[in-house]
């Protein structure tokens, strides 16, 4: 439905129609969030309808685009995801708002999270709110460990390979080591096209998972993962653009 409004409007207008929308969506949060949505500048804290804990959060337009998609529309948790989950994984996890989606959705869940970028101090604070639940690392997920250096992006960080960085990279074996029952429930990967040299080990990590909602980045990911989850013998469900 999206892509077709998109054909038909020009995208100014979708533009402004869509935050409209967003601004409807998020109207139960109440007029204090609203007014800092509209209004505020710095940062905020909220407790949202959908989360167990508070939620800290900046005002600026990359964050506020992540609590309207994320925390409000709830399209991390699109999907036909499992009904209960002991051990997730969220590679890409910016400012922690999947993660707190996750284990608030899950009480039951602990929730490995990886975000190499300046991020981290954000998702460590709206982390620590859920305890031992949730094991924070500043570091990304690559096909290989080591290092690596880190590229700042809107909403996220790219991670490239690199033996003079200073950043871990930690590999899915690694992660899965820690998991109670040598199984991943839900792995999340938006990891800013690194994705691909991701799926060039899968043999090694794809048996043991259960679930995965992933971001796609550029033509060679978006062509080859699909039919690589597809052959590993996982359904396919398409959400959000």
Same mark, same amino acid.
């Given at each position: 439905?999206?892509?077709?409004?998109?054909?038909?409007? $020009?995208?100014?207008?979708?533009?402004?129609?869509?935050?409209?929308?967003?601004?409807?969506?998020?109207?139960?949060?109440?007029?204090?969030?609203?007014?800092?949505?509209?209004?505020?500048? +710095?940062?905020?804290?909220?407790?949202?309808?959908?989360?167990?804990? *508070?939620?800290?959060?900046?005002?600026?337009?990359?964050?506020?685009?992540?609590?309207?998609?994320?925390?409000?529309?709830?399209?991390?948790?699109?999907?036909?995801? $499992?009904?209960?989950?002991?051990?997730?994984?969220?590679?890409?996890?910016?400012?922690?708002?999947?993660?707190?989606?996750?284990?608030?959705?899950?009480?039951?869940?602990?929730?490995?999270?990886?975000? $190499?970028?300046?991020?981290?101090?954000?998702?460590?604070?709206?982390?620590?709110?859920?305890?031992?639940?949730?094991?924070?690392?500043?570091?990304?997920?690559?096909?290989?460990?080591?290092?690596?250096?880190?590229?700042?992006?809107?909403?996220?960080?790219?991670?490239?390979?690199?033996?003079? +960085?200073?950043?871990?990279?930690?590999?899915?074996?690694?992660?899965?080591?820690?998991?109670?029952? +040598?199984?991943?429930?839900?792995?999340?990967?938006?990891?800013?096209?690194?994705?691909?040299?991701?799926?060039?080990?899968?043999?090694?990590?794809? *048996?043991?998972?259960?679930?995965?909602?992933?971001?796609?980045?550029?033509?060679?990911?978006?062509?080859?993962? *699909?039919?690589?989850?597809?052959?590993?013998?996982?359904?396919?469900?398409?959400?959000?653009?």
């Amino acid at each position: 439905m999206k892509r077709f409004v998109r054909t038909f409007l $020009p995208m100014w207008l979708y533009r402004r129609l869509a935050r409209l929308y967003a601004y409807l969506l998020a109207s139960p949060e109440g007029p204090v969030f609203l007014w800092a949505m509209l209004f505020g500048s +710095g940062e905020h804290t909220h407790q949202f309808r959908a989360l167990s804990r *508070p939620f800290t959060f900046r005002l600026t337009s990359e964050d506020k685009n992540v609590v309207f998609g994320n925390i409000i529309k709830g399209e991390v948790l699109e999907g036909p995801l $499992p009904s209960e989950a002991r051990f997730i994984v969220d590679a890409g996890g910016y400012i922690g708002d999947s993660a707190a989606l996750f284990l608030s959705r899950y009480p039951n869940a602990r929730c490995v999270v990886l975000e $190499p970028g300046m991020a981290h101090a954000w998702a460590s604070l709206n982390l620590e709110r859920y305890g031992a639940r949730a094991v924070l690392h500043q570091a990304a997920l690559m096909s290989s460990p080591g290092f690596c250096r880190v590229q700042e992006a809107e909403t996220g960080s790219e991670a490239h390979a690199d033996i003079n +960085g200073t950043i871990k990279a930690i590999t899915l074996p690694e992660i899965l080591a820690s998991s109670p029952h +040598g199984r991943i429930d839900i792995l999340k990967v938006d990891i800013e096209g690194a994705e691909v040299g991701l799926f060039q080990s899968a043999s090694e990590w794809l *048996p043991y998972v259960d679930c995965i909602t992933i971001e796609l980045h550029g033509e060679k990911a978006k062509s080859e993962i *699909p039919a690589q989850l597809q052959a590993a013998g996982f359904s396919i469900s398409h959400h959000g653009s």
